[in-house]
């Protein structure tokens, strides 16, 4: 059991700032990926971003392109995902998840140890 604790508001404004927290174990894998995810309704987890332990990071998802970040903090304990200019459309379940290596990968199905879910709201 691999523990990722997520924190966050759980509404945001509508054009305010969303930002989660998910922290982990440093010592957790040598090579590790984390990345966010996010469901909404009856549709799949959407990939959102992520990052790897040699500090390469697929894009963005295109829904938050431009306006959000996926960051670690300096002592590799903590992941961070801000989304900026908030919208209704990103209002859902937010999720962290975790691997062990480095593979660059979008795939739920990828990652086997998951937070247990943030759900946020976004309105005005």
């Known amino acids: 059991q691999v523990p990722l604790v997520q924190s966050g508001e759980n509404w945001v404004q509508t054009g305010g700032s969303l930002k989660l927290a998910c922290a982990y174990s440093?010592?957790?894998?040598?090579?590790?990926?984390l990345a966010w995810f996010r469901q909404s309704g009856d549709l799949e987890r959407e990939f959102l971003g992520s990052v790897t332990w040699f500090g390469s990071r697929p894009g963005l998802a295109h829904s938050v392109e431009g306006r959000a970040r996926v960051s670690p903090d300096d002592d590799n304990t903590t992941l961070y995902l801000q989304i900026d200019n908030a919208k209704p459309d990103d209002t859902g379940m937010y999720y962290c998840?975790?691997?062990?290596?480095?593979?660059?990968?979008?795939?739920?199905?990828?990652?086997?140890?998951w937070g247990k879910g943030t759900l946020v709201t976004v309105s005005s």
């Open positions: 998840a975790l691997a062990e290596g480095i593979r660059l990968s979008t795939a739920a199905s990828d990652f086997p140890y």
């Open positions: 440093e010592s957790t894998f040598i090579n590790k990926r």
